[in-house]
């Protein structure tokens, strides 16, 4: 159990178009969600929390016009990378906490890699 | 903000030797987390320390939390191929209802046979 998908696992895009990132929990609801980027070999840089049925919390410095999060359901939270530049090239990847579970682990998606040409 | 911070940045090891990698905080911490991503990986959680001064155990694994709850180690006895990967610790800060995480830079553990 405890099962986080994300899609798509990679996508490559022209800068200036937006891209959408699905994280999925598959078999437990998940009032909060968590958007990381993780730069290649390097550690995992909170962007947001996400919190189904409330605007996301941001961390400081992360755009939230330009990273857009939408939690729409108990397993369902999307980030939309607006107006993508090369720069925004990276690793995302979501994680979710088991709702009515005592413990605070995260679950972690496999991932999505964004190439912005 | 808080920061966390974790030393060695890599670890080449011989197997069969232990290693310890370390985690401080630049500020207390409601609890520490755990966790191994191997390469081309997602990050699995390992464990979770929310005591002062707690240690537990994994098979040859061993983690402390700190008196202060702002260090933490991890030590790995008799390292094998199969814990090749890196090892990130996160801690969450006091007051936070999220479970929010501030991961370290993590230590990527390379074997050799």
């Known amino acids: 159990g405890a099962v986080v998908s994300q899609h798509p696992s990679w996508v490559i895009c022209k800068s200036g178009t937006s891209v959408k990132i699905e994280c999925r929990s598959l078999?437990?609801?998940?009032?909060?969600m968590f958007w990381y980027r993780q730069f290649p070999k390097q550690s995992l840089m909170l962007m947001a929390t996400?919190?189904?049925?409330?605007?996301?919390?941001?961390e400081q410095g992360v755009e939230k016009d330009k990273f857009l999060i939408n939690h729409a359901s108990l397993t369902l939270s999307t980030l939309t990378v607006t107006s993508a530049h090369p720069e925004d090239s990276s690793f995302y990847i979501c994680?979710?906490?088991?709702?009515?579970?005592?413990?605070?682990?995260?679950?972690f998606g496999p991932g999505t890699r964004l190439t912005v040409l | 903000g808080q920061q966390v911070m974790q030393i060695p940045q890599y670890q080449h090891v011989q197997e069969g030797e232990d290693f310890t990698t370390y985690c401080n905080s630049s500020?207390?911490?409601?609890?520490i987390q755990w966790y191994k991503q191997r390469p081309g990986g997602h990050p699995v959680f390992l464990i979770q320390?929310?005591?002062?001064?707690e240690v537990k155990k994994q098979k040859r694994l061993t983690f402390q939390f700190g008196e202060a709850k702002k260090n933490s180690s991890l030590h790995i006895t008799a390292t094998q191929t199969t814990d090749v990967g890196t090892y990130f610790c996160?801690?969450?800060?006091?007051?936070?209802?999220?479970?929010?995480?501030?991961f370290g830079a993590g230590t990527q553990v390379v074997v050799t046979p």
């Open positions: 500020t207390t911490l409601s609890n």
């Open positions: 996400s919190n189904e049925g409330s605007k996301a919390t941001y």
């Open positions: 078999d437990f609801q998940a009032t909060t």
């Open positions: 320390l929310v005591k002062s001064g």
């Open positions: 996160a801690g969450q800060p006091p007051g936070d209802s999220w479970g929010k995480l501030q």
């Open positions: 994680s979710a906490r088991r709702d009515q579970w005592e413990e605070n682990e995260q679950f």
